[in-house]
C-alpha cells in the first residue's frame, strides 16, 4: 500500500466518496508500516496460541473469533481498507469503522447458521448475567394504560434516560441529514412504525401524547433543532488550517492538537439536487434511506426481543452507538452517490452498511420467524406505502417551506462550485443532444 500522500483535487486517485488527506506535514503518521504490522500480527498470535488454555471448547471458539477481529482484522483493515469520506480525526479511525463493521456482518453471516440455543449459549459466555434475563413482555403486564390521564406531573415521571437518549441520539442524526424536512419526516414515520408493529412487539404500545408530544415534538424535535443549530454554527465558520510544525507556541500546538478532532469542513447537504433530479428518483433515493433507518431501528428491538436480553444491557446500547458510528460515513456517501455527478458507483462504507442491515435483518427473520408468521401482513403492506408517501412529502416540504437556508451572501465551497458547474455541464450536453 503506498502511503496517503497530498493529492489536487481532481486527482485519479481521489474520489468523490474516498477522501484523501489533502498537505500533510507529518508523513509519519501517514505512511503505511506494514513490516511493523506484519511482525506485530506474528508476534501477537504466537503469544496468544502458546500461552492460553485450550481446555474449554467454547472459550476456544469464542477466543479464536475476537483473535480474528481484534488482532488480525483490524490490523488488516488498517492497511488495505478504504479511507472513506472522512479524514478527521485521522484516516485510520474509519478504516477501523469499516473493519470492525465487516467483522460484525460476518459474524451475522455465522449466526444464520447457528440454532437460538447456540447463540444464548455464547451470548452468556460473553455475559453471565444474560442467563436468567427475561423479555420486556414478560415483566410489563400492560402497556399505554390510563392515556385520558395527562398532566405535567405524568410527562415529567416519564422523562427518564430513555428520553434523554431520543434526545440526544436525534441531535447526532439532524448533524449528519442536516435537513429539517427529512429529519421532522423520518421523526414521524417512526412513530408510525412503531403503530404499525405493535402487533409483533407489544412494547412499542404508547399512549398517545407520549408517541407525539414527548417523543415527536419535545425529545425529537428538540434533539432535532439542537442539532440544526450547531450545524449552522459549523458551516458559518471559516476553516483555515495550519500545520502544527509551524506554530511557535505550546499552548496553541496544544490547541491545534484537539483541533484535530473537529470536522475538517462542514457544508451544506441539498437533498433535493444532483443525479436524481426527477421526482419519482429523488423520492426513491429519500425512500431507500428512510427505509433503512426504520430497518435499523426495529432491529434493535427486535434482537432484545427476540435473545432476550434488557435495553440496559451494553449489548443494546453498544450495537446502537457502534451503528450510529458506522451510519456516518455511511450516509455520507449515500448523499455524495444521490447527489454528485462526478459519483458513478456506490461508496465502500454505504455498501457495506446496507448489506449488514440486510444480513441483520434476515438474523431477526429466522429467530423470530414464528413471530413473524402470525403478523398481519396488510399492516407490513400500509407501512411500505406510508414510508414511500413520507418520502414524498419529506421532498416537498424542502421544495417549498424553505426551512433550510443559507445567510444572504455567504460564499459557497469548492466542492458546491465545482458540482454546480458539473451539473450545469451535464445540462447544457443534454441539451445540445436534444437538439442535434
Known sequence: MSPNRPLKRGSQNETPSEKKVQDITINAFYEP????????????????????????????????????????????????????????PHPILWRIVFGALFCYMLALVFMLFCSMSQIRRAMIFIDPSLKDAKREIDMVEAYAEDCSNVTL?????????????????????????????????????????????????????ECWWDHWILDVVVCNGGGIWLGMIVGQFLELRRYRWESVLEIDSRKKKFKRCLLQFTPESWGRMDWIHGNYRHPIGRTLALFIIMMLWQIVELNTFFSKHFFRYPGHNWMCWGRIL??????????????????DPRCKRLGNHCWLYIMTVLVETLVQIKFGFEE????????????????????????????????????????????????????NKQQSSKRSAKID
Not at 322 to 339: D, E, H, N, R
Not at 374 to 392: E, H, K, L, P
Request: hydrophobic share 50%.
Open 153 to 205: 406531573e405524568t410527562i415529567w415521571a416519564s422523562l427518564d434516560i430513555f428520553a434523554f437518549a431520543h434526545f440526544w441520539g436525534w441531535g447526532m442524526k439532524a448533524l449528519m441529514i442536516r435537513n429539517y424536512g427529512i429529519c421532522w419526516t423520518i421523526s414521524v414515520t417512526w412513530e408510525i412504525t412503531e403503530v404499525m408493529f405493535q402487533h409483533i412487539l407489544p412494547n412499542f404500545k
Open 33 to 88: 508500516h506494514t513490516v511493523t504490522f506484519l511482525l506485530l500480527i506474528a508476534v501477537s498470535l504466537g503469544y496468544i496460541c502458546l500461552t492460553r488454555s485450550d481446555e474449554n471448547e467454547e472459550s476456544n471458539i469464542f477466543h479464536g473469533l475476537i483473535t480474528c477481529a481484534l488482532v488480525v482484522g483490524v490490523p488488516i483493515s488498517i492497511m488495505l481498507f478504504p479511507n472513506g469520506p472522512f479524514t478527521r
Open 372 to 423: 413473524f408468521s402470525r403478523a398481519n401482513i396488510s399492516y407490513i403492506i400500509q407501512w411500505v406505502v406510508i414510508m414511500f408517501i413520507g418520502a414524498f412529502v419529506g421532498l416537498m416540504l424542502n421544495v417549498y417551506s424553505g426551512v433550510y437556508y443559507h445567510p444572504k451572501g455567504y460564499p459557497a465551497n469548492e466542492d458546491e462550485i465545482e458540482l454546480d458547474v458539473n451539473i
Open 322 to 339: 457502534f451503528m450510529g458510528l458506522c451510519s456516518m460515513p455511511a450516509i455520507k456517501q449515500w448523499y455524495i452517490y444521490v447527489t
